[in-house]
């Protein structure tokens, strides 16, 4: 599985952006996808995931009401839709897709195979 990451831009404060994850392959809907985000100087954390079959999505507690991840598999695609963005919320954003796609380790990148080259998402206050 390739994955591309596109979509990130700079945005004012309080402002939206909608990242894009095209993913090559004839497996995508089997796999769990994540978002991912690195900060300059900081360790990259996750944002949001959502399950093969869109049977759920889960959040980290920094993007919870903001954040909204979606996938449409007909066209290989995940979505982050991000909503009043935040200075904090500047990073590196990265997708990325987990074959295993178990609830429990959703958040923990190293149960993530595959990666897209990421984007960067600048937030100006």
């Known amino acids: 599985v390739q994955l591309q990451a596109f979509g990130g831009g700079l945005v004012q404060a309080g402002g939206s952006l909608r990242l894009s994850c095209a993913a090559s392959g004839r497996t995508f809907s089997s796999y769990a996808m994540g978002w991912f985000r690195q900060a300059p100087g900081k360790e990259r954390e996750f944002v949001a995931a959502i399950m093969y079959s869109s049977g759920g999505t889960y959040y980290a507690d920094s993007v919870k009401g903001r954040f909204t991840i979606s996938r449409d598999n007909a066209k290989n695609t995940v979505y982050l839709q991000m909503t009043s963005l935040k200075p904090e919320d500047m990073a590196v954003y990265y997708c990325?897709?987990?074959?295993?796609?178990?609830?429990?380790?959703?958040?923990?990148?190293?149960?993530?195979?595959?990666w897209g080259q990421g984007t960067q998402v600048t937030v100006s206050s």
């Open positions: 990325a897709a987990d074959p295993t796609g178990h609830r429990a380790t959703i958040a923990l990148q190293r149960f993530y195979s595959y």
